[in-house]
């Protein structure tokens, strides 16, 4: 399978909100032979980068410090687009609503969470090009 998660309009990523980190990490890691590596949140918390055979596969944080109280614990999907700032505007003109307006994540780029029509959320990116 050919990786297209830079491309406009791909899921690139999914990130699990949870209340448990590390019952999260030892259910997905056992399940699904993922590994993990350790950084920071956009708001300097534990946050789990999942591999699984050197391919990121995913994220996982903690709900609490890092999204709104009323976030349920889920799974997250991220969707590159070209342009974060674009998108966020055309979210806007289609009806939708940027509940975070685009944000940078140090060395990784700059994304947005929205809520399309319907109400449902999930987030825009635009990664930072090598």
Not at 77 to 87: F, K
């Amino acid at each position: 399978m050919k990786d297209d998660s830079n491309r406009h309009g791909v899921f690139s990523l999914n990130e699990l909100i949870t209340t448990d980190l590390r019952s999260a990490k030892a259910f997905y890691g056992e399940l699904l032979g993922w590994t993990f590596t350790e950084t920071k949140t956009i708001y300097g918390n534990l946050y789990l980068v999942a591999h699984r055979e050197g391919t990121i596969v995913g994220g996982m944080m903690l709900k609490n410090g890092n999204v709104p109280d009323d976030v349920i614990p889920c799974w997250d999907p991220y969707i590159t687009v070209d342009d974060v700032e674009a998108s966020a505007k055309r979210v806007k003109k289609l009806g939708g609503e940027v509940i975070l307006p685009p944000t940078d994540i140090p060395k990784v780029g700059r994304f947005c969470v929205i809520k399309d029509p319907q109400g449902i959320s999930l987030n825009l990116i635009t990664y930072l090009r090598d």
